[in-house]
């Protein structure tokens, strides 16, 4: 059974918010004492899909969440948006594919990133993305 | 405002990307970068990231960016410094930097470029002699 240990949310509003979303995950994984590409791969993917957020969603939120099951900690990050949303998630989820000028990368490769990944998104109505990455 | 310095030496521009880069600060540094490399003619660009605790495709488009711009300006661009967890993550993320020299580090980035350089000078030479 997964618990939930510790919950807070950022605001993803403007560029300097991407930079302390960063800064929040690596403090969160370095206290779960997730050894350095460890912390590196999260941090990485927060900054991925937090920039999706504020680029993609016009800004929203993340929820960051210390998780802990029967054998070991973890970390999970929720990201909600209320902006377009995404028609086709299966070709967004493509390498190479953007409709921004990006480089089509960020969906798919934290993903990669993480050990659970998660997409939920309405045309119109926004889009969640929710990620965990175990110790 | 808030920018990234730019050295000179000799031939070649060093940079050391030490904080959290964002849009404004990277915009800035292409600007400061290329009117550098056109007043002193610099054939050569070393950026240092060894302080850069992850890359992402943000700032791996702005390298390639840099690197792009820079060989349309003809100067060569090497990337040091990266370290090994940032480099086990920039694979899985899917970014090959593919186009962008690297070096393990600045004197082995140093290397690259004079290389680079005294190639391209042996060739102007030898095409002189026709």
């Known amino acids: ?5 510790n919950s807070e949310s950022m605001e993803i509003r403007a560029a300097e918010d991407v930079v302390a979303v960063r800064q929040a995950v ?25 920039r999706n957020t504020l680029d993609h969603g016009g800004g929203g939120t993340v929820h960051l969440e210390i998780l802990e099951n029967d054998r070991r900690a973890g970390i999970r990050l929720i990201f909600e948006d209320q902006g377009p ?20 990368l960020g969906l798919g490769g934290s993903k990669r990133l ?22 | 405002m808030e920018r990234i310095p730019i050295l000179k030496m000799g031939d070649y521009l060093l940079i050391t990307i ?17 009117e550098q490399i056109v007043t002193h003619k610099s054939k050569g660009i ?11 495709s943000f700032i791996g488009r702005m390298l390639g960016i840099i690197a792009s711009m820079s060989r349309l300006l003809d100067a060569e661009t090497v990337v040091v410094g990266m370290q090994p967890a940032v480099a086990i993550t920039l694979v ?9 020299r690297t070096a393990l580090n600045v004197e082995k980035g140093m290397t690259v470029l004079q290389n680079s350089l005294r190639e391209e000078r042996q060739d102007g030479d030898s095409s002189r002699q026709f």
Do not use: C
């Not at chain 1, 050990?115 to 929710?130: A, K, L, Y």
């Open chain 2, 46 to 56: 070393l950026i240092d990231i060894s302080a850069l605790e992850i890359v992402d």
């Open chain 1, 114 to 135: 993480s050990h659970e990944f998660d997409i939920t998104s309405q045309p119109g109505e926004g889009t969640r993305v929710s990620i965990v990455r175990w110790k």
């Open chain 2, 92 to 100: 899985e993320l899917g970014l090959s930097m593919k186009g962008i």
């Open chain 2, 18 to 34: 030490q904080v959290d880069m964002h849009d404004k600060l990277a915009l800035t540094l292409q600007n400061d970068l290329t």
């Open chain 1, 1 to 5: 059974m997964i618990r939930v240990v």
């Open chain 1, 26 to 50: 690596r403090k969160k994984s370095i206290s779960l004492g997730f050894g350095l590409v460890d912390q590196t791969k999260v941090v990485t993917a927060s900054s991925e899909l937090a």
């Open chain 1, 85 to 104: 949303g995404i028609a086709d998630i299966a070709q967004a989820l493509t390498d190479g594919y953007t409709s921004g000028g990006g480089m089509g």
